[in-house]
Antibody, heavy 122, light 108 residues
C-alpha cells in the first residue's frame, strides 16, 4: 500500500524559505509509479485547499501561477522523496501542507499524506 | 483566474438527501472531482470524473453534471458524513488545478 509522509520544520521565519520533504513508501516513484504526478497542496487554518504544483517524469514541473515565482518542486529518486521549497515566506504562507499523488495531469489526487503544519512567524 | 463556486454550508437531517453544488464555466469541458475532509484529516476522494465512485466509498455518494454545475449527492445522510466537501477541476488551459471554496455539511 502506497503511503506518503510529509516532514520538515514546523516554524519558518518571515522572508525565509519553507522546505518540506515527502517520503513515498510502498512503491518506487521512478519505477512502478513513474507516470504519476507528485503534488503539493496547502490549506491555511480554517480555509480551503490551494494547489501549489506538481512534478512528473522526474524533472517536469507545473506550478500555480500565483506562487510560481517562489516555488520549486524537485525529486530524489534514490530516496523515493520529493520536495517543496517556497521562498520569501510571509504569515500568509502559514498553512497545513499536504503532499499527494495524482495518476495523471489535471486529474484527482488519489493518495494524500497526513499533512504537516508550517507556521511563519518570527 | 478561474474559480469554482460552492455554497459555504448545507444542513440536512439524518436520513435525508444532501446536495452540494459546484459551479464553473469550464465544467462542461473538464471533469470534476469531489473530496470529503473531516476535522484534522487529509481530504479523501469520494467522486472522480464527475460521476465515478472510487473503491471503498459508500453507494450513498453519487455525482452528476449539468452544464456549468456539478453536484455531489449524499442519499440517506448519516452523522458520519458531517464534513467539509471540496470540488476540484482544471482551468481552461489545463495549466492549473483549481479547488472550490468548500461546503460544510452539517447533519442536524
Amino acid at each position: 500500500q502506497v503511503q506518503l509522509q510529509e516532514s520538515g520544520p514546523g516554524l519558518v521565519k518571515p522572508s525565509g524559505t519553507l522546505s518540506l520533504t515527502c517520503t513515498v513508501s510502498g512503491g518506487s516513484i521512478s519505477g512502478s509509479m513513474r507516470y504519476f504526478y507528485w503534488s503539493w497542496i496547502r490549506q491555511p487554518p480554517g480555509k480551503g485547499l490551494e494547489w501549489i504544483g506538481y512534478i512528473y517524469d522526474i524533472e517536469n514541473t507545473k506550478y500555480n501561477p500565483s506562487l510560481k515565482s517562489r516555488v520549486t518542486i524537485s525529486v530524489d529518486t534514490s530516496k523515493n522523496q520529493f520536495f517543496l521549497n517556497l521562498s520569501s515566506v510571509t504569515a500568509a504562507d502559514t498553512a497545513m501542507y499536504y503532499c499527494a499523488r495524482a495518476p495523471g495531469r489535471m486529474v484527482s489526487f488519489d493518495n494524500w499524506g497526513q499533512g504537516t503544519l508550517v507556521t511563519v512567524s518570527s | 483566474s478561474y474559480e469554482l463556486t460552492q455554497a459555504p454550508s448545507v444542513s440536512v437531517s439524518p436520513g435525508q438527501t444532501a446536495r452540494i453544488t459546484c459551479s464553473g464555466d469550464e465544467l462542461p469541458k473538464r471533469y470534476a472531482y469531489w473530496y470529503q475532509q473531516k476535522p484534522g484529516r487529509a481530504p479523501v476522494l469520494v467522486i472522480s470524473k464527475d460521476t465515478e465512485r472510487p473503491s471503498g466509498i459508500p453507494e450513498r455518494f453519487s455525482g452528476s453534471s449539468s452544464g456549468t454545475t456539478v453536484t455531489l449527492t449524499i442519499s440517506g445522510v448519516q452523522a458520519e458524513d458531517e464534513a467539509d466537501y471540496y470540488c476540484q477541476s482544471a482551468d481552461s488551459s489545463d495549466t492549473s488545478v483549481v479547488f472550490g471554496g468548500g461546503t460544510k455539511l452539517t447533519v442536524l
